[in-house]
């Protein structure tokens, strides 16, 4: 099995993070978000955001990849409510369902936050997910 690494993304990432963006939500809000808007998902819009997001510097973001292909990623910056709790916020991990279970959920967390205190919001009725963030508090 090819070793995963962990790198903080670059512009060249944005399509492949648009990919995994795409696929990574049709495959976790399914049943959980409308098909319609699921299907509508477009890769070439969301390389397009990526390639901004990245060029501006607006996020700290991450890749996972494995075997030369993105398999996940993570965003995490200053907080963005009025009352955050903290000063850093845990923005979004998504990974490609075949990646569940590699690691490399915890490896983008550590990258994304490190020891830094931080929150983030959960989607209700997403237990995956809410299972892997309460496990990485304790």
Known sequence: MDEMTVRRATVGDARGIAEVHVTAWREAYAGRMPAEFLASLDVDRRAAGWTRILERGETDAFVAEQAGAIIGWATAGAGRDDDAP?????????L?????????????????????PAYLWV?????????FYLRMTR
């Open 96 to 116: 490609l369902a075949s990646a569940y279970g590699s690691g490399a959920g915890q490896r983008l967390l550590d990258a994304a936050i490190g020891d830094a």
């Open 86 to 94: 903290r000063d850093r916020e845990l923005e979004v991990i998504y």
């Open 123 to 131: 989607m209700d009725g997403n237990p995956r997910a809410e299972a």
